[in-house]
Every structure is written in C-alpha cells, then in structure tokens.
C-alpha cells in the first residue's frame, strides 16, 4: 500500500487512496518546522485487520527522522503504538 504525505500550510495528513477516496489517514499539524502534533488517526473498514494504522504510525515515524521533527502524539491509538514500540521513542517531543 501506497502511504502518501500531503502538507497544506501548517496542516497535513498521511494517507492511503484505493479507487480515488482516502481508505485511511493519520491527520496532523506543525506548530513549528520541527514539531508534529499528531490528532487523529482513521482507517476505513475494508482495511480493517490489516495493520495500517501500525503501517501509517511507521511511516510517520521515518518522516519525522528524516526531517528531525518531534512528535506529540495526541491521537490515543498513535500514542500507544509509540508507547508499545520503544524504538520509536526517539522521536518524541520532550519539553
């Protein structure tokens, strides 16, 4: 499954598009180039099962080391993946 990444302003959203429509999103802001506010995360049914919503955490994961972002997880299921992933606790903000 192809995950893209789309950025409008200070607002963007990971997602996955099968026959036009967007079957799962991890919607997010940027506050600051280097800060990520993760708010919500979506996956339609006929993916249910499947571990997107594991695939679209990863995938948002790579972006923010690539980039050197920090992340706010405030979308609870973002927020336990991270949780239950520790390798991935690198990329946390930490105030």
């Known amino acids: 499954m192809l995950i893209q ?11 996955i598009e099968q026959d ?8 997010y802001s940027m506050p ?3 800060k990520m506010i993760v ?7 006929v993916l ?6 594991k695939q679209l955490v990863h995938h948002m994961v790579e972006y923010a080391r ?11 299921f973002t ?3 991270i949780k239950r992933t520790p390798e991935y606790s690198d990329i ?4």
Do not use: Y
């Not at 990444?5 to 200070?10: D, I, L, R, S, W």
């Not at 708010?39 to 049914?45: F, G, K, L, R, W």
């Not at 249910?48 to 919503?53: A, D, L, T, V």
């Open 66 to 76: 690539t980039q050197d972002i920090r992340v706010i997880p405030l979308c609870p």
């Open 92 to 95: 946390l903000f930490t105030p």
């Open 48 to 53: 249910k099962g499947k571990n997107i919503g």
């Open 39 to 45: 708010e919500h995360t979506e996956v339609d049914d």
């Open 5 to 15: 990444n789309k950025k409008v302003g200070t607002k963007g959203i990971f997602f």
């Open 20 to 27: 036009g429509k967007k079957v799962a999103e991890m919607v």
């Open 32 to 34: 600051s180039p280097e």
């Open 79 to 81: 927020k336990s993946v």
